[in-house]
């Protein structure tokens, strides 16, 4: 699914070939997700299915046989894709980040809303794991260690709320 959300992102700035996509792939996601042509054409297809994205002939300069292009359809099911993995504060940080580089290019409110509402969720379940870490038994062997994960996971999730709260105020200041 987040495969999905991030070729349809792509394709939504601009129609492009598998080879390009595959290239701005490599480059977002820093390789840590090997793409290969069968990969990309495995999802292509499942999109076309869907009805998601259409094949356009290509410029007159390309070697490429056609290029991809997003339909109203897709374009719906990206917005809808990208809240649902944004606002999950479950999402690993190394997704929100390149899902976050597709919902800068929106509607500025929506963005602040999205924001927000991650701002929530992590907030829910910073709460969370502070109430689990209390009811940690002081008796067991581990108790120590394991306490120090949580207070690192709360801490990694104030980092986060930090970081988009200075998302925020960009925004607001309106240099993103």
């Given at each position: 699914?987040?495969?999905?959300?991030?070729?349809?992102?792509?394709?939504?700035?601009?129609?492009?070939?598998?080879?390009?996509?595959?290239?701005?792939?490599?480059?977002?996601?820093?390789?840590?997700?090997?793409?290969?042509?069968?990969?990309?054409?495995a999802i292509l297809n499942s999109l076309r299915k869907k009805k998601y994205i259409?094949?356009?002939?290509?410029?007159?300069?390309?070697?490429?046989?056609?290029?991809?292009?997003?339909?109203?359809?897709?374009?719906?099911?990206?917005?809808?894709?990208?809240?649902?993995?944004?606002?999950?504060?479950?999402?690993?940080?190394?997704?929100?980040?390149?899902?976050?580089?597709?919902?800068?290019?929106?509607?500025?409110?929506?963005?602040?809303?999205?924001?927000?509402?991650?701002?929530?969720?992590?907030?829910?379940?910073?709460?969370?794991?502070?109430?689990?870490?209390?009811?940690?038994?002081?008796?067991?062997?581990?108790t120590d260690k394991i306490i120090d994960v949580y207070n690192h996971r709360i801490?990694?999730?104030?980092?986060?709320?930090?970081?988009?709260?200075?998302?925020?105020?960009?925004?607001?200041?309106?240099?993103?």
């Amino acid at each position: 699914m987040i495969t999905h959300i991030v070729i349809l992102g792509i394709i939504e700035k601009k129609p492009t070939s598998v080879t390009n996509l595959i290239k701005i792939c490599k480059v977002i996601t820093e390789d840590f997700i090997p793409y290969k042509f069968s990969n990309i054409y495995a999802i292509l297809n499942s999109l076309r299915k869907k009805k998601y994205i259409i094949r356009k002939p290509p410029s007159s300069k390309s070697k490429e046989l056609f290029n991809f292009a997003i339909t109203s359809k897709g374009k719906a099911f990206l917005k809808e894709g990208l809240e649902k993995l944004f606002l999950n504060p479950e999402t690993p940080d190394n997704w929100i980040d390149i899902v976050f580089q597709f919902i800068l290019s929106g509607d500025k409110k929506h963005i602040e809303k999205l924001i927000s509402k991650r701002i929530e969720n992590l907030n829910i379940l910073s709460m969370k794991l502070s109430e689990k870490k209390e009811k940690i038994p002081v008796d067991l062997i581990l108790t120590d260690k394991i306490i120090d994960v949580y207070n690192h996971r709360i801490m990694h999730i104030q980092t986060e709320i930090d970081w988009l709260n200075w998302i925020m105020s960009s925004i607001s200041k309106e240099k993103v």
